[in-house]
Antibody, heavy 121, light 110 residues
Framework: QVQLVESGGGVVQPGGSLRLSCAAS????????IHWVRQAPGKGLEWVGV????????YYADSVKGRFIISRDNSKNTLSLQMNTLRASDTAIYYC??????????????WGQGTLVTVSS | QSVLTQPPSVSAAPGQRVTISCSGS????????VSWYQHLPGTAPKLLIY???QRPSGIPDRFSGSKSGTSATLDIAGLQAGDEADYYC???????????FGGGTRLTVL
């Protein structure tokens, strides 16, 4: 069955960096765009960014643009989120989510369980 | 302030019907299909509706979606205690070139 497993979360100081990973299995990874979505404590879902199935396009939320970078390795069925210049407001559970199609704009039909990132001194 | 506007909370008794609204604009809902998700704390969100009105396999027909103009709605009929959760609408915004979520609606089954 479709499975997405996030890893790499933890505690980091403001201004620091962290790299999250998402390991995919149970489907043809290269057929789907993959998104990152986060939920800060007590807040709603917030979209972070997306990478198309072939990696040719990436889009980011304004709140992370210029600080976060999404990449993927279709040969290893993995997705990464490099987070730089972290702020307290980046504290959240980070989910990777599969898009139904190869590009963004359809819907997220499978989600991982999430990994917690805490930005604190 | 979310681009898509949802009521913060709705409530109804078991067996009743509830409607959750999602209001957007001509740069998002009017142009693109809407999806709806159910999210219970501590779990992964679940896709309930895609393409504004389609249900993935395994989602009961108690859940239905519709869209008109710049608004979308999620209807839940025959409410059950297990339906208590947060519900989010989502679509693409062409002006932002970004996915946008509603602020979420907390459903309470009385």
């Amino acid at each position: 069955q479709v499975q997405l497993v996030e890893s790499g979360g933890g505690v980091v100081q403001p201004g620091g960096s962290l790299r999250l990973s998402c390991a995919a299995s149970g489907f043809t990874f290269s057929d789907h765009a993959i998104h990152w979505v986060r939920q800060a404590p007590g807040k709603g879902l917030e979209w972070v960014g997306v990478i198309w199935s072939d990696g040719s396009n990436k889009y980011y939320a304004d709140s992370v643009k210029g600080r976060f970078i999404i990449s993927r390795d279709n040969s290893k069925n993995t997705l990464s989120l490099q987070m730089n210049t972290l702020r307290a407001s980046d504290t959240a559970i980070y989910y990777c989510a599969r898009d139904r199609g190869p590009v963004a704009g359809t819907s997220f039909d499978s989600w991982g369980q999430g990994t917690l990132v805490t930005v604190s001194s | 302030q979310s681009v898509l506007t949802q009521p913060p909370s709705v409530s109804a008794a078991p067996g009743q019907r509830v409607t959750i609204s999602c209001s957007g604009s001509n740069s998002n809902i009017e142009k693109y299909p809407v999806s709806w998700y159910q999210h219970l704390p501590g779990t992964a969100p679940k896709l309930l509706i895609y393409h504004s009105h389609q249900r993935p396999s395994g989602i009961p027909d108690r859940f239905s979606g519709s869209k008109s103009g710049t608004s979308a709605t999620l209807d839940i009929a025959g409410l059950q205690a297990g339906d208590e959760a947060d519900y989010y609408c989502e679509t693409w915004d062409t002006t932002l070139s970004a996915v946008v979520f509603g602020g979420g609606t907390r459903l309470t089954v009385l």
